[in-house]
């Protein structure tokens, strides 16, 4: 339950007081860090997401809402942020893996290689992003989760079909927002239709 001394904190951060925020960001950074370390083994991943965390909880201040103790809606938060920051390296070594940026430690690959990779990745989730909610959760359970279409269809309540088309469409709309990525969209198209 929140105490008297949370809810004044917490109504002085709805009202932008940046030294109440400074005073609990210095208060609980340390301790919310090694808490993220539980879930993240690089430090800094732990610390780059406290430091999210304060952002976004500074962003929403107006919004704030806490029927806990501080401490708690802390560390609950930073537990959030860290598993979606799992969540979000899994889905990109996913990405890496079909669109062959991942390498074996023999081969060598230019400055510019590893460059154009980088990019197109951005490009890719970037465009996946983009695609209608539907149509993007079909992508990723095909190609990040590696269902086939049978189960996506039974999973989504949706016939076949509707996965062939939607699967259509996304893979027509990347190549058509790729077009600057020939060579390389050629090599994706291919992992991405022997995958099918």
Known sequence: MITESDKVKLLALKQ??????????????NPLCIHARRYLIEPEAAEEVVQEMFFKMWERRDSLVINTSLPAYLFK????????YIKYQSHTRKYQEYIGFRTDE?????????LVHADLEKQLISLVKSMP????????MSRLEGLRYNDIAEKLGISLKTVEIQMS?????MRGKLRDYLPTLWLIYSILSGML
């Open 133 to 140: 909610e539907r149509r993007r959760m079909i992508f990723e």
């Open 169 to 173: 469409k996304a893979l027509e709309f």
């Open 16 to 29: 932008g007081d940046e030294k109440v925020f400074e005073s609990v960001f210095r208060e609980f950074y």
């Open 77 to 84: 938060s930073v537990t959030n942020h860290a598993l979606n």
């Open 106 to 114: 023999h081969i060598s690959v230019s400055a510019h290689d590893a």
